[in-house]
């Protein structure tokens, strides 16, 4: 199994890291866009060193409770980063977004994949998806993530979820995208509870089973914190444990604040795997 970017291919037989970039201004200092570019690039360089395979930039926060960002905002964002480290680096950068303009101006940067959180729910997207012709994550969310914490609910988590990633795949692949170009996430504190996510991680294997590449994303998630019971605790170890379980279960890429110590865990793992 591999992904094809315009310019390369990655084999998916080993676990890879996608490093999460987030350009949001920082609310601490007054440094304007061109400081959160500058760190924005300086952090991508950093994770490229540290061995990501993918970096995913993204300029609308999807947190809990988050406010939507208007076109040309996260346009202004996440364009000048994408276009800053596709000049300085090789390594494919998919663009964090549900607005088809923002995919278009995205891919005219430099970006080779779209991680879609909306899964090309957003009126357009899959028509512009199609016509781009990049790898893209479709994922699972129930509800916007402004008001998605305050009461999800299932009869069947890991059926509805499945249900809903094989609807949207046909979908896509009926507007003319690739199956081969399509990778699926069950979306992990996107409209769930602990038990929700829970009841997801044990299952992966069934995601796994749709033959599609499987995307897993748990790092610095509130799931860590509940199950050490423990708000105050480095989320690094939790978030690096789950990336491992990830990859043990199947899982071909997981996305990642912490780069470094997920690259290292995987390379352990992948060198003892199988003894
Ligand atoms: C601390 C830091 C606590 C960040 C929570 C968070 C996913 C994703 C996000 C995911 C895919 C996040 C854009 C939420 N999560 N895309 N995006 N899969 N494909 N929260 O799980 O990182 S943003």
Known sequence: MQLCFPSASLELGVTRVMGILNVTPDSFSDGGLYAS?????RRALEMVEEGADIIDVGGESTRPGATPLGTAEEIDRVVPVIEAICRLTSVPVSVDTSK????????????????????????????VAAELNLPVCLMHMQGEPRTMQAEPHYADVVAEVLNYLQERIAVCVAAGIKTSNIVIDPGFGFGKTLEHNLALFSSLDEFVGTGQPLLIGVSRKSMILKLLNDESCDRVIGSVTLALAAARKGAHIVRVHDVRQTVDALRIEAAVAGF
């Open 37 to 41: 570019h500058d760190a924005a690039l």
């Open 100 to 127: 088809p303009e923002v995919m278009r101006a995205g891919a005219a940067a430099g970006a080779s994949m779209l991680n879609d959180v909306r899964a090309l729910g957003v009126e357009g997207a899959v028509e």
